[in-house]
Structures are given as C-alpha cells and as structure tokens.
T-cell receptor, first 115, second 117 residues
Framework: KAGVTQTPRYLIKTRGQQVTLSCSPISGHRSVSWYQQTPGQGLQFLFEYFSETQRNKGNFPGRFSGRQFSNSRSEMNVSTLELGDSALYLC??????????????FGEGSRLTVL | AQSVTQLDSQVPVFEEAPVELRCNYSSSVSVYLFWYVQYPNQGLQLLLKYLSGSTLVESINGFEAEFNKSQTSFHLRKPSVHISDTAEYFCAVRDNAGGTSYGKLTFGQGTILTVHP
C-alpha cells in the first residue's frame, strides 16, 4: 500500500508570491491534516479535512487555506508569502472510524523556502 | 487546551547505553499519547502509542514508554541504543473525547537523540 505522497518535495518562492502544495493520502483514508514544522515553533497544526469539509483549524492567518477533493486528495495554499513561511509542511492521513484510533500517517513533507 | 513539554532538547549518548527521553503533558481531558520519530529529511513515523489498558507500551525496535497519569508523563526509554536510533523524537497528545478531531495532535518541541560510537 502506497504511503502519503506530497508534492513538490522542495520549492523556492519569493516574498509576495503564492504556493500550492499537494497531498495524496493512503488509499482508503478520508482524513487529511496539515502541519507546519519550523525550528523555532516546532510542529504546529494547520487544519484537518474529512470528506471535503474542514473539521478543525489551527491558529494561522487567513493566508493559509486548504481544501479536499472527493478522492480525499488535499491541497493547501499560502498566499502573499512571507519570509517566516519558510518551513517543512507535513501532510498526514488517517482512517477515523468506530473502533479505530485514527492513527496519523505522515508524508515526507514539502520544504518551502521563501526568499 | 493541551500542551506537551519535552524536557531535553538534545540527548547525546554512547552506543549500547540506556536512554530516557522525557515527556510531560497538560490536559483538562483524557488523552491518547504518542511518540513519533523523524529521521533527517523525512516525515514522522509512529514509534508507539498509549490508548488505554496497560500503562507500559512497547515498540518493535526495543523502545518502551510508560504512561503515568499522576505525574502526567509519558517518558520514552530504550535499554541499549544503536547508532541507527539517531533521530529527533516527538511526544504528542490528542484528546480522546467522542467525536474528536483525529487529525489534531499537539506536539512537544522534540528531542534530538545522538548516539555516538
């Protein structure tokens, strides 16, 4: 079974630009979550999607947005990039349901550098 | 609200020595507890988890962690480490209330374990 796939793995943008990151969850997983990882702030929860609906959102500005498609694939978008948005963006999928623990399976991340 | 504190940011140790990575949490509700490991340039991998039942949980590669409710701790231990255990380790919590958001974990700041030959 293929794992969580994130694309692109690396990208460089300049301030003011926008970026879209993609995440394909494990087959059958319907929940996708996004995290930002930086040396200073560590791992911070961005948002979670389940069945195309945002279930939860972290404490990030509105420049950060996401969506989920009917096939459970998810994208996140960051508009008007700032230097502080440079980070590793991690996607995780899970299969929440009765009797399961909803364990998270992480992708390898998309490393964004903002110049 | 929940919080997780990993008491050591870096832990150097020699190969075959024992190691303990400390984790304390704070939560107003019951929680599930996790340890994840991250190797360089990779995502997070689940190492072990406490959901309920026995307070001592083990992983397949020799790590174990003990849930201590009174001390709100979930320390990770290994009796004999290998060079390949060098990585960053994250403790995380999630509330286990019904209808919870499965995707939202609260992570500690991480502990870098470096195993020296």
């Amino acid at each position: 079974k293929a794992g969580v796939t994130q694309t692109p793995r690396y990208l460089i943008k300049t301030r003011g630009q926008q970026v879209t990151l993609s995440c394909s969850p494990i087959s059958g997983h319907r929940s996708v979550s996004w995290y930002q990882q930086t040396p200073g702030q560590g791992l911070q929860f961005l948002f979670e999607y389940f069945s195309e609906t945002q279930r939860n959102k972290g404490n990030f500005p509105g420049r950060f947005s996401g969506r989920q498609f009917s096939n459970s694939r998810s994208e996140m978008n960051v508009s008007t990039l700032e230097l502080g948005d440079s980070a590793l963006y991690l996607c995780a999928s899970s299969f929440p349901g009765t009797g399961t623990t909803g364990e998270l399976f992480f992708g390898e991340g998309s490393r964004l550098t903002v110049l | 609200a929940q919080s997780v504190t990993q008491l050591d940011s870096q832990v150097p140790v020699f190969e075959e020595a024992p190691v303990e990575l400390r984790c304390n949490y704070s939560s107003s509700v019951s929680v599930y507890l996790f340890w994840y490991v991250q190797y360089p340039n990779q995502g997070l991998q689940l190492l072990l988890k406490y959901l309920s039942g026995s307070t001592l949980v083990e992983s397949i590669n020799g790590f174990e962690a003990e849930f201590n409710k009174s001390q709100t701790s979930f320390h990770l231990r290994k009796p004999s480490v290998h060079i390949s255990d060098t990585a960053e380790y994250f403790c995380a919590v999630r509330d286990n209330a019904g209808g919870t958001s499965y995707g939202k974990l609260t992570f500690g700041q991480g502990t870098i374990l470096t195993v020296h030959p």
